[in-house]
């Protein structure tokens, strides 16, 4: 075996136990007399800088900028930009994880103080054998003496109460104010999106496209509405997988928020399109509980379960037209100017 050392010169293998450092210098390249010379005319202070010599200038790279291209240069968009797919993605992201966070303050800020109502229901004698009649007045009479007691004010019997009630409305501050600061973020980050100026003018400007958005994401990744109703908790209950007791496991947390948003919101409002659909779908479901057992409680019409059901045959119109006008949106956009109007004019369909 003939090694090559880094001199170009051969030398015979002795046998085995040649270093593994012998064994790689096969592999090295000799220097040709060309090269030698060229690096001996160089100086060290050439050789630390070969980028600059003259013989090297054709092959100096210029330095790539880092910065990002400000408005109006070239690879960069003239206008409001935040409309891109990228801002979008962005923004449904933080929405996103705000309202998981919002749900979070909203599941714990009334903890204490419900389970301090339960501790004065449990005082009064409330029992769940009682009947409904019966339980709904202790809850009340409960709700009164907690509200009482806030105030700093004691009803007969309930003088125990008042340092209790203080400290559940202390523990309660902090994650009122914390969540008073996460709503405001949303409501910032919801005018960013392309339908801001539709929903502002149907749901108001308040967090309910935040919350939306935050429990649906992006709104062009559902191919039709019928699958966005599905992710809010909407569709049918035979739409969602069983779980092994049988129960079918329906996103029960996404539907109170679109309750609280969407429906209760609009019915407060009295909005001149949605609200009127929501009494023509009441009575005709009080009309079918004169007939049919289905709509029936105790042999009469179930007002309740009619009121229910055309609250979620309205928050489903809703959703729809929204997610029509987050199509018809163009994206990415260059101005909220120029989105086009809602459509209300199909709510009968």
């Known amino acids: 075996m003939r090694i090559v050392d880094r001199d170009g010169s051969a030398s015979a293998d002795s046998g085995a136990g040649h270093h593994v450092g012998d064994v790689q210098s096969i592999h090295a390249r000799p220097k040709t007399p060309r090269k030698r010379k060229a690096k001996a005319e160089r100086g060290p202070a050439d050789q630390d800088n070969h980028g600059t010599h003259p013989d090297n200038v054709s092959r100096a790279k210029p330095k790539r900028r880092r910065c990002k291209a400000a408005p109006g240069e070239e690879g960069q968009p003239v206008g409001d930009i935040r409309g891109s797919p990228a801002d979008l993605a962005t923004t449904c992201h933080a929405l996103k994880a705000l309202q998981s966070r919002r749900r979070h ?7 204490n103080m419900l389970a301090l109502g339960s501790l004065v229901r449990r005082s009064l004698d409330w029992r769940p054998d009682l009947s409904d009649k019966e339980r709904e007045h202790i809850r009340s009479k409960a709700a009164a003496a907690v509200a009482a007691a806030l105030k700093g004010e004691a009803e007969p019997g309930h003088e125990w109460l008042i340092p209790f009630a203080m400290v559940a409305a202390d523990e309660r501050a902090p994650s009122v104010k914390l969540l008073a600061n996460i709503e405001k973020e949303m409501i910032g980050l919801s005018r960013e999106l392309p339908v801001y100026e539709w929903s502002r003018g149907v749901l108001g400007e308040g967090t309910a496209l935040a919350v ?8 062009n990744n559902y191919s039709d509405p019928a699958k966005l109703w599905k992710r809010l908790g909407l ?7 069983q779980a092994a007791s049988g129960a079918h496991m329906t996103p029960k947390q996404r539907r109170s928020q679109i309750w609280v948003s969407v429906g209760s919101n609009l ?3 009295l909005h001149p399109v949605y609200k009127p659909l929501y009494d023509q779908k009441k009575a005709e479901y009080l009309a079918r509980g004169e007939a049919e057992p289905f709509w029936q409680k105790d042999g009469k019409p179930d007002r309740l379960h009619a009121h229910n059901a055309a609250l979620r045959f309205m928050e489903k119109r809703v959703l729809k037209h929204l997610w029509r006008a987050w199509r018809a949106a163009s994206i990415p956009v260059t101005s909220r100017k120029d989105m086009p109007p809602a459509d209300l ?3 009968a369909e």
Not at 105 to 111: A, M, V
Not at 212 to 219: C, F, M, S, T, Y
Not at 235 to 241: G, I, M, R, V
Request: aromatic content about 4%; overall charge positive; glycine content about 10%.
């Open 105 to 111: 303050l909203l599941r714990g800020k009334d903890r």
């Open 212 to 219: 939306i958005v935050g429990e649906a994401g992006d709104l």
């Open 235 to 241: 569709a049918p209950k035979e739409a969602y997988p």
């Open 267 to 269: 019915l407060r409002k």
């Open 345 to 347: 004019s199909e709510v």
